[in-house]
């Protein structure tokens, strides 16, 4: 097969960072080469910091994202444990079917896609849950779902929250907010390619995790062993060498940069993109003062082909914008600006070829 260009020559606006690519040229080392060890141990460190956390028990699992909601899940939710989920897209959705398989008693409680949940809802919809699971940044809608006053009124709730799309984007404060358990994927604001999960979970939540988890895989007090402690270490699977490389060497790009630095640039670019798809007379999607500047939604204007403009995008200007999901499939596009690929410059391409392709 002849590869298309933009395999060979990259995709342009949403490539990773370039030490995270350049990691993966590194040698492969064993993966109980304690040399490996100490890099994955500065890995872990590393994602402390831009989870802010303390939790020993924080590390990257092998995986997308969706074996983080999965570990998340699985360690800490047992038959007939009460969750309580906030669904307002795809993502939450994903969490409730997640928790069924591990046995709660799933209680729900949605919004409208395209606006935010309501803390005070989520709160009231079970006097004592397990546990009280929201996705930070909906990924399927482009809506910032506010974590800090679940923290403040979770009680002896555990909280869980899905980072994927929010780590290193927008501000998350694990400790700050009274987060037991969060996950992310690597493949978003961290910049780094698809592959793994990072994971932290506080004391709380550790001594609260079922006793023998569904998944053999998944089981953090087995992983955690490998993880979360120099020395005495235990086989327990092989970790994915190169994944951690670039993870490692993707976090330095973030924290050379500096975290607050990184998430100001995904601010600006987020904005400077809602003010020009504005004054290009598309309407956006999401709720003011809840929209995320990483994940931008645009409703589809009236008489514009979505399957073909996205084309279009792709092949003349390897831009890859995503179509909506769910009830919005055709309705929305979702524009993501994240980690390295969040630019000024990637913000100017973007708005001159949208409109270009649609005659604006
Ligand atoms: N949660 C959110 C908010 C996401 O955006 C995604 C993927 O886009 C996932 C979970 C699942 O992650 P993955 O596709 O890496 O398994």
């Known amino acids: 097969m002849a590869l298309p260009e933009r395999i060979l020559l990259g995709p342009g606006p949403s490539n990773p960072y370039p030490e995270a690519m350049q990691a993966f040229q590194r040698p492969v080392v064993g993966h109980l080469d304690p040399a490996f060890l100490a890099l994955l141990d500065e890995t872990c460190d590393r994602l402390r910091t831009v989870f802010g956390t303390a939790n020993p028990l924080t590390l990257p699992i092998s995986g997308t994202g969706s074996a983080g909601m999965e570990a998340a899940f699985v360690n800490v939710v047992g038959a007939g444990d009460v969750v309580v989920v906030g669904v307002n897209g795809l993502f939450g959705e994903r969490m409730c079917d997640v928790a069924g398989r591990c046995g709660a008693e799933v209680i729900r409680v949605d919004a409208d896609w395209g606006t935010p949940l309501d803390p005070a809802a989520v709160l009231a919809a079970h006097p004592a849950p397990k546990v009280i699971a929201v996705v930070h940044a909906e990924t399927s809608t482009g809506v910032g779902n506010d974590i800090e006053p679940l923290g403040a009124g979770k009680g002896d709730a555990l909280l869980l929250v899905d980072c994927v799309t929010s780590l290193a984007g927008i501000p998350v404060d694990v400790d700050g907010w009274g987060v037991d358990i969060a996950y992310s994927g690597t493949q978003k604001c961290i910049g780094v390619p698809p592959g793994l999960a990072p994971l932290t979970m506080s004391e709380r939540a550790r001594e609260r995790r079922v006793e023998r988890p569904q998944s053999w895989y998944l089981d953090l007090g087995m992983i955690g062993e490998y993880a979360a402690t120099s020395g005495a270490r235990k086989y327990h699977h092989t970790a994915p060498i190169s994944m951690v490389y670039a993870l490692h060497a993707g976090l330095g ?8 630095a990184v998430i ?3 601010a600006e670019c987020g904005r400077l993109l809602h003010e020009g798809l504005d004054k290009m007379g598309l309407e956006l999607f999401a709720s003011e003062g809840h929209r995320l500047p990483e994940l931008t939604t ?5 008489g514009a082909a979505d399957a073909d403009v996205r084309q279009r995008l792709l092949v003349d200007y390897g831009i890859e914008i995503g179509g909506g999901v769910g009830a919005y499939a055709g309705k929305v596009w979702r ?7 969040a630019r000024r410059r990637n913000v100017t391409l973007l708005l001159a070829a949208l409109a270009e392709v649609l005659g604006r």
């Open 298 to 302: 645009v409703k589809v204007p009236e």
């Open 253 to 260: 790009a973030v924290l050379d940069e500096g975290l607050d």
């Open 264 to 266: 100001a640039r995904h």
């Open 335 to 341: 524009i993501g600006l994240m980690g390295h690929g």
